[in-house]
């Protein structure tokens, strides 16, 4: 038995696909090729993607084809094993592979104006298509001989045609009709009629009009680039008995220190070790505020150093960075198909074919039932099917998808795909997890109570003083506040803990306390009745107690409670001014915490005290409203984020890219209202160009079937309109 070989993935760039149709030509010519599975071709992002069985089919074999169907290879990226459904995971195994080398290029290569009519091959055969239109009139003016005008007519539909008669006899061979095919039998059914000019004049109205829209598109995709090419390719590491040596990224390894000075970009994901700085996170979060970093904060790649020097201690390697997934996630969610634009490829699959059959009865019985002559009618249907090539429709929608998702990324907000940006326009309901996604996930000191014996500043220097050795989240928020006030910390003699009660630590000849009722039961320190009432106020504002004492009595209380994010109150307000029918907090915590949290918010409903299943079954109680969005920090909310029309993570990025249909990386809730806006509009601007093309190709097939416009006026329409929903569409891209 012959072992089958493996797979090997090819990635590359294509060029010179003018519209949708194009892609779907690349993907069945290649599918005509052995050995090859799973090919995806993305007109938007020009690029394709496919798994192939070396024994069977070689790379060279790839290329040819593609140039054979008329397109080039704008860029191409070494094969790589395929892999699984994991974020980056062929990244790994070939770390040499990653988003430099696609954006690098793309930066590099993109012309500007005047390069790019002077360089483009496309646009030189414009040109040259043009000049010979300008001097077949010219010619034809001066009543020169007729050969002499039909020659410079020639030249210009050979110049410009070429390219075009190739790609449309390709899909004439592929049993299939793009705009290319009907365009080539419209030009030469106009020079079998005798109307040169006409011909000359449709190919160079085709072509100027396919370069300007891969122009503009060019454009757009260069800034989406660019939103991705932001990690230096060098980092200053520590290496040799600390000497500072300059490398490139893809040599360092997880654990070495990287040296990062004012004005640097961070290099690679790590945890500070030395210094403090600001640092610039917006490429990242899309926050415009600096964020002070110091010992033990986390840095991401990408992001700029301002001010002090940093040491950092690498935690991920250059392809599996933070920018290095979201570079992987915008791809992927460019190369989706939302539901729109699924439904416009089904019916422009339909409805090319129904056309061009249209096309031949037009000719054949156009004659028969008004007695015209055949060219008439011939005419007539060349000019029918000029304007049936669908280009225009199937454009609409990736134009759109493409450009909302830049715009999102520019913001911070990472869609996985053209579904989740449909599906957040349509949102009635919210859930909202409350640990980690409406509070910050960490205790904060809200009040320290003096007894009176004590000031609360002393209070608080005890209850510091004791905590400073524990790792407890409450001690550290203890700590964290003395530290804020500028007091002075000392260490105990000696320290106690007692697990799940508090601490003892010993100062001179006193021993002091700190921690919950029981350790004060157990230490038989009486608390008296005003001092319980005390305690249950204090839970009842769901907030947690932790008591400070010494073996003389209770000397204070310290309250603590997870805090609001700052901008939670915020974006509720703006959620619930966008219409949205219920917005509703789940969470495991206490009822009473739960309502002082939704009263602080303004959220009239609050379901507490919830096991994960629970929430699962709040979220499908929910759907009756309509469709319904789940926010959550991505750890425990699974089984909610998934039973959700649509889940937006926070927090924790790593396991957020992993889990979420929409990722907020910054972490800022008030970007829910910007995601849910932006999907309204990218929905209206998908619609208004399916509508616009769609009245634009019926309403010029009614005029090409009577005689009322020519193919002149049919190539103008169909190129005008297919700009005009592309000029639409990229629109989004400076959604603010």
Known sequence: MTATSPLKTLQTKIGGMDCGSCAKTVEAGLQKLPGITDINVVFATESLRLNYDPQQVSEKAIFDRIKTLGYTIEQHTATIPPSEDSCCSHEHEHPHHHQHSTVEKT?????????????????????????????????????????????????????????????????????????????????????????????????????????????????????????????????????????????????????????????????????????????????????????????????????????????????????????AKIVHLVESAQSSRAPTQQWVDKFAEIYTPIVIVSAIALTVIGPLIFAQPFNVWFYRSLVMLVIACPCALVISTPVSIVSAIGAATSQGILFKGGNGLETAGKLQSIAFDKTGTLTQGKPTVKKVYDLGELSANAVLLIGACLERRSEHPLAKAIVAQAEAEGIELETPESFTAYPGKGISGKFGNNLYFAGNRRLFADQNIALSASILSLLDDIEKLGQTPVLVGSNRGLLGIIALADGLRLEAGEAVHSLKQMGLKRLVMLTGDRTFVAAQIAEQLNLSEYKAELLPEDKLQEIQALRKFGTVGMVGDGINDAPALAAADISFAVGGIDIALETADVVLVGSDLRKLAYAVDLSRRTVSVIQQNVIFSIVTKALFLLLGTFGFVGLAVAVLADTGTSLIVTANGMRLFRSK
């Open 107 to 323: 930066q590099k290569t993109n012309p500007t104006n005047w390069e790019f009519w002077i360089r483009n091959r496309r646009a030189q055969a414009v040109i040259l298509a043009g000049l010979g239109l300008v001097l077949g009139l010219l010619t034809q003016h001066l009543a020169l001989p007729i050969w002499l005008s039909r020659g410079f007519y020639g030249i210009g539909i050979i110049v410009a045609g070429f390219a075009i008669a190739r790609a449309g006899l390709m899909e004439l061979r592929l049993w299939r009709a793009d705009m290319n095919l009907l365009m080539t039998i419209s030009v030469i059914g106009a020079v079998i009629l005798g109307d040169w000019f006409e011909g000359a004049l449709v190919v160079f109205l085709f072509s100027l009009g396919t370069t300007l829209q891969t122009f503009t598109f060019s454009r757009t995709r260069s800034a989406i680039a660019s939103l991705m090419d932001i990690t230096p390719p060098t980092a200053t590491v520590k290496r040799d008995n600390n000497h500072e040596v300059t490398v490139r990224v893809e040599e360092i390894q997880v654990g070495e220190i990287l040296t990062i000075r004012p004005g640097q970009k961070v290099a690679l994901d790590g945890i500070v070790v030395s210094g403090n700085s600001a640092i610039d996170q917006s490429p990242i979060t899309g926050e415009s505020i600096p964020e002070d970093k110091q010992k033990g904060d986390r840095v991401f790649a990408g992001t700029l150093n301002q001010t002090g020097f940093l040491e950092v201690q690498v935690t991920h390697i250059s392809s599996d960075t933070t920018v």
